[in-house]
């Protein structure tokens, strides 16, 4: 089973960028499609974005309107979310999580999970 870390939140000025990371290990990481999902408090974990194996399938939630980017690199093991023009709302945990076989935007249908990594969007 793939160990997942994040690495890469902060505190951003709204408008601002982050680029979070996602190293995975202990599994064949080409296997499995990924997904970063986020946690506001008070709120349900929900999808951000979600990619295939080979990287050429993605999804995103549709609110992001754009914003965020998905990737992947099968060589290195790791997948990243690169977010611009963040806004207040977008302050969550962003986790990581992977799922084997085939993209997928429910949470559930996703057996390993990061720790988190803290996004503050504020000023």
């Known amino acids: 089973q793939v160990h997942l870390v994040e690495s890469g939140g902060g505190l951003v000025q709204p408008g601002g960028s982050l680029r979070l990371s996602c190293a995975a290990s202990?599994?064949?990481?080409?296997?499995?499609?990924m997904g970063w999902f986020r946690q506001a408090p008070g709120k349900e974990r929900e999808i951000v974005a979600a990619?295939?194996?080979?990287?050429?399938?993605?999804y995103y939630r549709p609110s992001l309107n754009g914003r965020f980017t998905i990737s992947r690199d099968n060589a290195k093991n790791m997948v990243a979310l690169q977010m611009v023009n963040l806004k207040s709302e977008d302050t969550a945990v962003y986790f990581c999580?992977?799922?084997?076989?085939?993209?997928?935007?429910?949470?559930?249908?996703?057996?390993?999970w990061g720790q988190g990594t803290q996004v503050t969007v504020s000023s």
């Open positions: 999580a992977s799922r084997p076989g085939g993209i997928s935007e429910r949470k559930n249908e996703y057996d390993t």
């Open positions: 202990g599994g064949l990481f080409s296997s499995y499609a």
């Open positions: 990619i295939s194996r080979s990287g050429f399938g993605t």
